[in-house]
């Protein structure tokens, strides 16, 4: 039972992690990451907070990856709604100041990526299950059969172009997070000697057996 409740609390503090470097990539204030921008101008349009937008995109990305016969775990559930949660409530706390330099602004973009990335080691190392957008890539990626990275791709610009359409911010920031956060990742996970292959990530049911086996 120890086990399950050190990896839950790895998986919470992870999603905190990446809420509070999605809101360190909004402050720098150059643009905003493919998804940010998608919230962000979806949350404009509807009148909603982005943390509640993005949870509604979360939901119906899982609900459309079920369609698709992908199989969900409790930390898919837990990343659709807490990361909206905790993003809300840091934007809501205003802790973070608004960068008004470009140049500066790199930089802090720069830094929420790579707490965007150590959140990321936290949360898949949790071994719960992956987060609604990783897992519809997944799920198109075995239904078209084209490369992972091509469907990457063409996810990032289809909610990009929607979130600009919708009033999102657009700017070298969109640009450098497409480019940057591969390599955030893989040097936040090779300095942790993180195999991201190496873990197993259990369903919902995989969870529940686990949980009631100690009961």
């Known amino acids: 039972m120890k086990k399950i ?93 608004v960068v008004d330099n470009t140049y500066l602004g790199i930089l802090v973009l720069v830094i929420g990526l790579y707490i965007i990335s150590v959140g990321s080691f936290f949360y898949i190392g949790s071994g719960f299950g992956a987060g609604p957008r990783d897992s519809l890539m997944v799920a198109l990626t075995r239904k078209t059969k084209l490369p992972v990275g091509v469907i990457r791709s063409l996810n990032e610009l289809t909610v990009t172009l929607m979130g600009w359409i919708f009033g999102g911010m657009v700017g070298i920031g969109t640009v450098i997070s497409v480019i940057a956060i591969g390599m955030c990742v893989q040097t936040t996970f090779y300095l942790f000697r993180f195999d991201v292959t190496a873990v197993k990530q259990a369903t919902v049911m995989d969870s529940y057996r686990e949980i009631r086996g100690f009961f």
């Open 5 to 97: 409740l050190v990896r839950f609390v790895k998986l919470n503090f992870g999603l905190f992690l990446y809420a509070l470097g999605i809101v360190v990539t909004i402050k720098a204030n150059i643009g905003y990451g493919p998804w940010e921008v998608f919230h962000v101008g979806l949350g404009k349009t509807v009148g909603i907070t982005i943390g509640t937008a993005s949870i509604l995109v979360g939901l119906a990305i899982i609900v459309f990856t079920l369609l698709l016969g992908e199989k969900i775990g409790i930390g898919t559930i837990l990343n659709m709604v807490m990361i909206g949660i905790f993003t809300d409530i840091l934007l809501n706390l205003d802790i973070i100041a």
